[in-house]
């Protein structure tokens, strides 16, 4: 077996490890390393959008992700609602995800105290933004929504009626806010430009996990005003809001790695074409 | 009769939500909000019977023990144990101390373990799929590539790829992404027609 055929057939436990190494590298090291983040239409326009929102003004966060992409989506949940609180704009959450509520739970209470420190006032539950809970079965909900928040949240996560919080006055579904932002992993986003937009036609937009976003794209324009796309979404977003937090420094360790699954691509096709497009020998 | 009833209900419960979805009557909307609210208690029954199901299997893998019939243990323990402390008073509510660690000390790790594990199995699969075997094959690897530099910094480079990358998700793949989306819909639409009409009654199951 010549060079070029050990290229193509290298174990994976070679890539893995060496995936690992650069990886864990360039977090260790991520201060060492600049990465200069280019922010995109689809991001500036979700950005525009709650920059151009009146204090006052709602959008409804339905956070649809459980714990497994929580390091990916919680840095834009948090771009977006201290951008949300620095405008005045109130945000009303619900999560469409079984495991969902208990990371609602933290992010608003992060975010809000977040917010309070840096913008140097008092964000309060039920009057800058509420939690209206969980409930399954997203499609109905998504609908049930349309109607009436109270259809399917008659009270909210603390079991206070809906009525009794202020942020709730006057707002009897879609009609009442100003957009709908869902932070997704799953098919939920499917559902919400099917039952949501398409039947209220509300703006929406989507933040989702890198690998769904190619999905979204042709929805942009028409079913979406906006799209955040994984880690390089969010450390957009915090550029925009001047707020670089945990996408920011996660952007080497992510450049890394996409830089090593190159190499190996490069690595692997030189060893193809060089030893005669062989199948490899051994299982890799 | 068995059959009729069931057919009967679908046909004029589906026939209100197609009619009530192009003519929207503000006098249907009650309607429409009532049979929302029959979902909450379908889905309660759903639910019971999800949990039944789950109990059935793995209790029955257990008593025949058959392969892995050991993780069925810790799926039923999982089951048990969230419940009872969602539930018994003093432990049982959502602030509660006992319910959030155990969801953010074993659940959270778990699945944010699992999902971590997809780098590296992309890293792999990229290594061994990723090979310019024909001209097609060829346009996906350099499709992919283009893709995946746009996240990095390269300089006087980063531009120019990041409209090429651009374009890429704007047309063709935006293109050949409608045409899936145009022809899922048709299918979904001839589906719901079948089942409207009662030509498809896998639904009814098995007499």
């Known amino acids: 077996m010549n060079i070029f055929e050990k290229m193509v057939a290298l174990d994976r436990r070679w890539v893995f490890l060496f995936l690992f190494v650069v990886v864990s590298f360039a977090y260790f090291f991520r201060n060492s390393f600049s990465v200069d983040v280019v922010t995109t239409k689809e991001v500036e326009s979700i950005y525009d959008f709650i920059e151009g929102a009146e204090p006052g003004d709602k959008i409804l966060m339905s956070f649809d992700y459980d714990p497994s992409s929580l390091a990916e989506l919680h840095p834009m949940s948090r771009a977006i609602m201290l951008h949300c609180f620095r405008q005045g704009v109130q945000v009303i959450a619900v999560t469409l995800s079984q495991y969902g509520a208990g990371m609602v739970e933290e992010v608003l209470r992060d975010v809000s105290a977040e917010a309070a420190e840096l913008y140097g006032r008092e964000v309060s539950y039920g009057t800058d933004y509420c939690f209206i809970g969980y409930r399954p079965y997203p499609a109905f909900v998504i609908l049930g929504m349309g109607e009436n928040f109270r259809v399917f949240f008659p009270r909210d996560y603390y079991d206070t009626l809906l009525d009794d919080l202020p942020i709730m006055h006057r707002v009897r579904n879609y009609d009442d806010v100003k957009g709908v932002l869902s932070i997704t992993s799953g098919t939920t986003s499917d559902m919400w430009i099917i039952y949501g937009n398409a039947r209220y036609n509300m703006p929406l937009a989507l933040g989702v996990t890198g690998v769904m976003a190619t999905d979204y794209y042709p929805y942009l324009g028409n079913a979406l005003f906006g799209l955040i796309g994984g880690w390089k979404g969010a450390a957009e977003y915090e550029q925009l809001v001047d707020q670089p937090h945990d996408a920011n420094r996660g952007m080497p360790a992510q450049v890394a790695a996409h830089l090593t699954i190159v190499l190996f691509i490069i690595i692997g096709n030189i060893g193809y074409l060089m030893s005669g497009r062989k199948k490899p020998k051994i299982g890799v | ?207």
Not at chain 2, 134 to 144: H, I, R
Request: proline share 4%.
């Open chain 2, 1 to 207: 009769m068995k059959r009729r009833v069931p057919l009967t209900i679908v046909f004029i419960v589906s026939l209100f939500m197609v009619i009530q979805y192009f003519v929207p009557l503000d006098s249907w909307a009650w309607m429409y909000q009532y049979l929302i609210d029959w979902t909450i208690i379908i889905g309660v029954f759903a639910l019971l019977l999800g949990i039944w199901s789950l109990l059935r299997v793995n209790y029955e893998k257990i008593q025949r023990k058959s392969e892995n019939w050991q993780y069925s243990i810790v799926t039923l323990l999982g089951l048990f144990i969230m419940i009872i402390v969602g539930f018994v008073p003093g432990w049982g509510n959502l602030e509660n101390y006992t319910y959030q660690h155990l969801f953010y000390y074993v659940l959270v790790p778990i699945q944010a373990t699992m999902f971590s594990l997809l780098a590296f199995f992309i890293a792999s699969a990229a290594f061994r799929a990723f090979r310019a075997r024909s001209a097609l094959a060829s346009l996906l690897l350099f499709s992919g590539l283009i893709i995946m530099i746009r996240f990095v910094p390269m300089g006087p480079l980063s531009e120019p790829i990041s409209e090429i990358a651009t374009w890429i998700l704007q047309v063709p793949n935006l293109a050949a992404k409608r045409a899936i989306i145009i022809g899922i819909g048709l299918g979904a639409a001839a589906t719901a027609l079948k089942i409207m009409l009662g030509i498809e009654r896998a639904y009814l199951g098995r007499d």
